[in-house]
C-alpha cells in the first residue's frame, strides 16, 4: 500500500490534459495587465497556469496574438424560455458570454396553472410546454437537455406574489405574505441565487416597499442577493434608489440595480448625480453595484407603456379596457402626462419615431417588425396612441419595442464606474426557427464586443483588463462564484480566446440578427462551444447555484 501513493501521484502528473491553450496573453479577470502564459485545462478545471512547453494534451490551441481571458458573465439575461428552444444560445456564446444570471422579476419558477393559463401566448409563441412547477423541475430539464453556457436564476418577487394573488392590486394579508415567504424560501432551497424584483411592470408596481423586505429578508437568510429592475429609471430615479437601498439595510442584503439608466430626455445628464447617489450608499456600508448594457436604447414589453392600473387582474383585463372608450380616453390623457407616478415612458422618448417594434406573436402583425410606431400609424392611418392601443390588442399585450431613451454620455458614464459590471438584458437568441423571425435590441447579439470596440479600442473609455474585470470577476464576486471569473489554477476552465484588435459587433437597429465576430475559441467547463470561429455541438454548461 505505501507504494502506491507515489505512483498515483506520478500518474496524476502525466496524464495529459484536455486542452492546452498555448502562447496567449492572458488577462487573468483581476484588472492585472496580461502576462504570457500556457494554460492546461484538465476535467473541465484549470490545472496548470505556466509555461507547459512539450505536455501532453488531448487538444492544443495556439493563442499566439491573441488574449486568454474568463469567459463572459452576463449579470442579465432573459433566457428561461428560450434556452428551451436552442439550448446553443449563438447570440451569447459569439459574444464570449459562458455563464447568464437570469429571473428578472417574473421568473421561470415556481409555477401554477392559473400563471400558465395567463402566460398562455409567451408559452406558445416558442413552442414551449411548461410542464415544470418548481425550480427543482425546471433546473432538472435544463441538466437532461443540455445547455450551451452555464445558467443561474434568481426567484422574482413578482413570480411569487402572482403564485399567491394572481395580477390583482392589492396587498397580501399577513397568511398571504407568509405563503409567499415560503415559497421564496423553497426557491433559495432548490437552488435560486437571490430575490428579483421588476418593478415597473404590473403587477410588480402594486407590491410595497414593506412586502419587498420581508421577501428579501427570506433570500439573505440563504445567502441570496437583491437584484432590481428599480420602480422609477426616469424622473424618479433618486426615490427609486432609495427604495433599493432600504430594502438592501432592513433585509440586510447585498443590491445590484439592473441596467442603470437615466431615461428620458428630461433626465439626460442626471448619471452623475446618481452615481454620487450610489457612491454615497457605498460609503455608508451598503452592499449595492449596478450593471449596464452600454447602448442608448432600452427594450421592454409595450405595455409598459400604459399605466400600471391599467394591468390589474392581467392582459386580459388590460385589453378590455383598451376596448373601452371610456377607459382608453383615461388611459390616453394618463399617458400623455408627465408623471412622477409611475414611470411615463409615452414621455420619455422624443415621439413615436423613437419605438421600434421588436417581436409579435400574432403571425398577421410579422411584418410591422422592425418598423416605428410612427410608420405603422400611417400605414394604420391611425392617431400614434390608438397605433399603440391596438397593436396591442390585435397581439394579446405581447408586442415587444425598443426605445430610445438615453444620452451616450450618461451611458459612458455609467460604464466608467468601478463597481459596474455589464449585463446583456436580453434572451439568448439565434438566426433560425421562431427565435430568427425576431427583430430583437442589437444588445441581444452585441453587447460584451460593442464595449471592446467602441469603449476600450476606439475611445478608450476603458483598458482592456478593466473591461474584462468588468466582464468576469466584478459579477462573480457579486454573485458569489468563488470558482468562476478568474483565471486560475482549480477554477472552472470557462475561457474565451481572442483578438482584440478584431472583435466586434455587427447587429444594428435596423439589421440586429447578426452575429458578433471575433470569438476564436470560447471553453464552458473546459468543452469548446465555439472553435476557430464555428459554433460546435457541446452542450457542457450547468445550473449554477447559490
Known amino acids: ?25 492572458v488577462i487573468d479577470g483581476t484588472g492585472s495587465p496580461w502576462y ?20 501532453a494534451a488531448k487538444r492544443t490551441i495556439d493563442a499566439r496574438g491573441m488574449v486568454v481571458a474568463p469567459g463572459f458573465i452576463d449579470m442579465l439575461g432573459q433566457s428561461e ?30 409555477l401554477n396553472d392559473a400563471i400558465v393559463k395567463a402566460d398562455h401566448v409567451s ?91 420581508a421577501l428579501a429578508a427570506e433570500a439573505a437568510k440563504l445567502g441570496g442577493t437583491y437584484a432590481s429592475h428599480i420602480r422609477d429609471e426616469g424622473d424618479a430615479i433618486l426615490p427609486a434608489l432609495d427604495e433599493a437601498f432600504r430594502i438592501g439595510r432592513e433585509a440586510r442584503i447585498p443590491v445590484e440595480i439592473w441596467h442603470l439608466k437615466a431615461a428620458g430626455k428630461s433626465n439626460w445628464g442626471r448619471m452623475p448625480q446618481i452615481v454620487a447617489r450610489i457612491d454615497a ?47 382608453r380616453a383615461r388611459i390616453r390623457k394618463e399617458m400623455e402626462t408627465p408623471s412622477s407616478e409611475w414611470n411615463n415612458e409615452w414621455q420619455q422618448v422624443k415621439g413615436p419615431e423613437s419605438f421600434i417594434v421588436s417581436a409579435v406573436q400574432n403571425p398577421k402583425l410579422m411584418p410591422l417588425q422592425g418598423k416605428t410606431i410612427e ?34 454620455p450618461d451611458v459612458a458614464l455609467a460604464i466608467r464606474q468601478p463597481w459596474v459590471s455589464i449585463c446583456n438584458d436580453s434572451q439568448g437568441t439565434g438566426l433560425e426557427g421562431v427565435l430568427g423571425k425576431e427583430h430583437p435590441h442589437p444588445r441581444a447579439y452585441g453587447t460584451f464586443p460593442r464595449i471592446l470596440r467602441k469603449y476600450v479600442r476606439e475611445e478608450k473609455l476603458l483598458t482592456l483588463e478593466d473591461a474584462i474585470r468588468k466582464f468576469t470577476s466584478l459579477p ?16 472552472w ?11 466586434r459587433d455587427l447587429a444594428t437597429f435596423d439589421q440586429p440578427n447578426q452575429l458578433s465576430e471575433g470569438m476564436q475559441f470560447v471553453l464552458v467547463n473546459g468543452v469548446p462551444v465555439i472553435s476557430d470561429g464555428k459554433m460546435t455541438d457541446a452542450l457542457p454548461g450547468k445550473v449554477l447555484t447559490r
Open 36 to 55: 504570457a502564459a500556457d494554460i492546461g485545462i484538465r476535467d473541465g478545471k484549470v490545472a496548470t497556469i505556466g509555461r507547459l512547453g512539450d505536455a
Open 281 to 327: 450608499a457605498r460609503k455608508s456600508g451598503l452592499d449595492v453595484a449596478a450593471d449596464t448594457y452600454g447602448y442608448p436604447a432600452a427594450f421592454n414589453t409595450f405595455s409598459a407603456v400604459i399605466p400600471p392600473w391599467a394591468h390589474d387582474g392581467g392582459d386580459k383585463k388590460l385589453i378590455e379596457r383598451l376596448k373601452d372608450p371610456a377607459m
Open 476 to 491: 462573480a464576486q457579486r454573485m458569489r462564484f468563488a470558482d468562476r471569473g478568474v483565471l486560475k489554477q482549480g477554477m
Open 123 to 213: 408559452y406558445e409563441h416558442y413552442g414551449v410546454q411548461p410542464v415544470w412547477r418548481t425550480f427543482r423541475d425546471y433546473f432538472a430539464r435544463l441538466r437532461k437537455q443540455g445547455m450551451g453556457i452555464n445558467l443561474a436564476s434568481y426567484v422574482g418577487a413578482t413570480q411569487v406574489r402572482r403564485m399567491v394573488l394572481g395580477d390583482d392590486n392589492r396587498a397580501p394579508s399577513a397568511e398571504e405574505l407568509e405563503r409567499m415567504k415560503v415559497l421564496v424560501r423553497d426557491a433559495m432551497r432548490e437552488g435560486a441565487v437571490g430575490l428579483s424584483t421588476s418593478l415597473q411592470y404590473a403587477p410588480a408596481p402594486y407590491a410595497k416597499t414593506e412586502e419587498l423586505i
Open 1 to 25: 500500500m505505501p507504494i502506491l501513493v507515489p505512483v498515483l501521484l506520478f500518474a496524476a502528473a502525466v496524464a495529459p490534459y484536455d486542452v492546452v491553450i498555448r502562447n496567449g496573453h
Open 493 to 503: 476552465a470557462d475561457v474565451v480566446v481572442f483578438d482584440p484588435e478584431t472583435v
Open 81 to 110: 424560455l428560450t434556452i428551451l428552444v436552442n439550448p446553443h444560445l449563438p447570440s451569447k456564446i459569439f459574444q464570449g458570454i459562458t455563464t447568464e444570471i437570469t429571473g428578472e422579476g417574473s421568473s421561470i419558477a415556481p
Open 375 to 408: 410608420e405603422i400609424a400611417k400605414i394604420w392611418n391611425k392617431d400614434p396612441i390608438d397605433t399603440v392601443f391596438d397593436l396591442l390588442i390585435e397581439d394579446e399585450a405581447f408586442t415587444m419595442v425598443g426605445m430610445f431613451i438615453m444620452s451616450e
